[in-house]
């Protein structure tokens, strides 16, 4: 059974910045990637950033040079941290885990990103 569980957030002014931290327990894959995603009120949630265990990394256009996504896999954590804050980025923030190649999905509970203008 993998758990995740998640640090940080809460509530910033713009152009502040915040940084999340997600430790994954239980057996994973070795080949899968950790990252963020994001759903903010009336929308559907959204790929942030995420990270392979080979390094590669991806990154929504929206957050490119702002956020800055980093993982340990000797510990089996990820970290996002967030910098020139804006209020678009405000939403629910949740750490994933997938594992490759069947492609299964584990969540973490999520934690409230709020960036008032």
């Known amino acids: 059974q993998v758990q995740l569980v998640e640090s940080g957030g809460g509530m910033v002014q713009a152009g502040g910045s915040l940084r999340l931290s997600c430790a994954a327990s239980?057996?994973?894959?070795?080949?899968?990637?950790m990252g963020w995603y994001r759903q903010a009120p009336g929308k559907q949630r959204e790929l942030v950033a995420a990270e392979l265990s080979g390094g590669s990394t991806n990154y929504a256009d929206s957050v490119k040079g702002r956020f800055i996504i980093a993982r340990d896999n000797n510990k089996n954590t990820v970290s996002l941290q967030m910098n020139s804050l804006k209020p678009e980025d405000t939403a629910v923030y949740y750490c994933?885990?997938?594992?490759?190649?069947?492609?299964?999905?584990?969540w973490g509970q999520g934690t409230q990103v709020t960036v008032s203008s």
């Open positions: 239980g057996r994973i894959s070795s080949f899968n990637a």
């Open positions: 994933n885990v997938r594992e490759y190649p069947r492609k299964y999905d584990y």
